[in-house]
């Protein structure tokens, strides 16, 4: 028996075209099993990132033209106040089910004259309009606490902003600005706390974000095991 088996691995002559489109595929699995790996690392230190921030002390937020990408995922400190008649309404947005919108306003920073929105938080649909929560509207300087982010992205696949419904899908700080008619940081402050009376309702910075990169880089991974195995099964088989 350990005989035939030798000669059939000796006489094992896999053919050319099955070899190279075989290792063509194993080293693009392969890759795609070590990005995957370098996703988890990244996504992991997001996360970490992320949940320190809430753990800190806020530091008072000072902006100057270039630095705005440093303030992300910090807990930050802003005192001025809020233009509540230029609110944006970020949609697709959901609270335990209920959909909803969050709530960007702008807010001009104390003697800056500098503008950025802070997500004020969510509030169910039948409240977006600001005349049905009146009581959660603030006006005069204030200071606000809270998360400092680049605010939610365009997707491959989304659909353009709704600016006649001033319904926002996701943060372009160009045409925001062009819509509330002055310059808008590219940065959004994701309040603490609610607004009075409950809403809207603040602390609406994602922590648990989806982190399934290692399950998929274990896929990619098994497959390429598995053609390695095809490969070698079908050339012996046909070898037989």
Excluded: C
Excluded at 60 to 86: A, H, P, R
Excluded at 157 to 164: M, Q, V
Excluded at 225 to 231: D, E, S
Aim: charged share 20%; glycine share 6%.
């Amino acid at each position: 028996m350990i005989k035939v088996f030798k000669n059939q691995f000796v006489n094992f002559r896999p053919t050319f075209w099955s070899s190279l489109f075989s290792i063509l595929g194993i080293i693009i699995l392969i890759s795609l099993g070590v990005w995957q790996l370098q996703r988890l690392e990244w996504k992991n230190q997001l996360i970490s990132q992320r949940a320190s921030a809430f753990q800190l002390p806020p530091v008072e937020l000072t902006l100057s033209e270039d630095d705005s990408s440093y303030w992300n995922w910090k807990k930050v400190k802003i005192t001025g106040s809020f233009d509540n008649s230029n609110e944006l309404y970020l949609a697709a947005r959901s609270l335990r089910g209920n959909v909803g919108f969050h709530v960007l306003t702008p807010f001009n920073i104390l003697e800056t004259n500098k503008y950025i929105l802070v997500n004020r938080g969510w509030v169910p649909r039948e409240k977006i309009n600001p005349n049905e929560r009146k009581i959660g509207q603030i006006y005069g300087e204030v200071s606000i606490i809270g998360i400092a982010n680049p605010g939610f992205k365009k997707g491959p696949f989304s659909p353009a902003n709704d600016l006649n419904k001033n319904v926002w899908l996701y943060m372009d700080y160009e045409e925001m600005s062009k819509f509330v008619g002055y310059k808008l940081k590219p940065l959004v402050i994701d309040a603490v706390e609610s607004g009075p009376g409950g809403l809207p309702i603040g602390s609406q910075t994602r922590i648990k974000i989806p982190n399934d990169h290692l399950q998929y880089s274990v896929t990619w991974f098994l497959f390429a095991i598995t053609l390695l195995l095809v490969w070698f099964f079908w050339n012996k088989k046909r070898i037989t």
